[in-house]
């Protein structure tokens, strides 16, 4: 079955650092043009972070551009999204996405 599996999440300090990871299984990374993360914070609507695709560019939201890294492993068929400088706006559950799947998400909570 094919599925997409986040990790990496946690608690960390303003300024801090995290590193996610979205496994996929399957063909999923290689059946659609495009990767992306999404994010949503409590009481909030879910938005996107960040988007790389099937040749390697990315794209990022504003609120993120200069703070965070997408990239992709196509020989582990795996995804990472590269946190620095985290902020309090950054805590939320961080979700993969690929086309219509979507994993279950991991929690990011910054907080001193």
């Known amino acids: 079955q094919e599925q997409l599996v986040e990790s990496g999440g946690g608690l960390v300090h303003p300024g801090g650092s995290l590193r996610l990871s979205c496994a996929a299984s399957g063909n999923i990374f290689s059946n659609y043009a495009s990767l992306n993360w999404y994010r949503q914070a409590p009481g909030k609507q879910r938005e996107l972070v960040a988007v790389?695709?099937?040749?390697?560019?990315?794209n990022y939201a504003d609120f993120v551009k200069g703070r965070f890294t997408i990239s992709r492993d196509n020989a582990k068929n795996t995804m990472y999204l590269q946190m620095n400088s985290l902020k309090s706006e950054d805590t939320a559950v961080y979700y993969c996405?690929?086309?219509?799947?979507w994993g279950r998400g991991t929690q990011v909570t910054v907080s001193s």
């Open positions: 790389i695709t099937i040749s390697g560019s990315t």
């Open positions: 996405n690929v086309h219509h799947f």
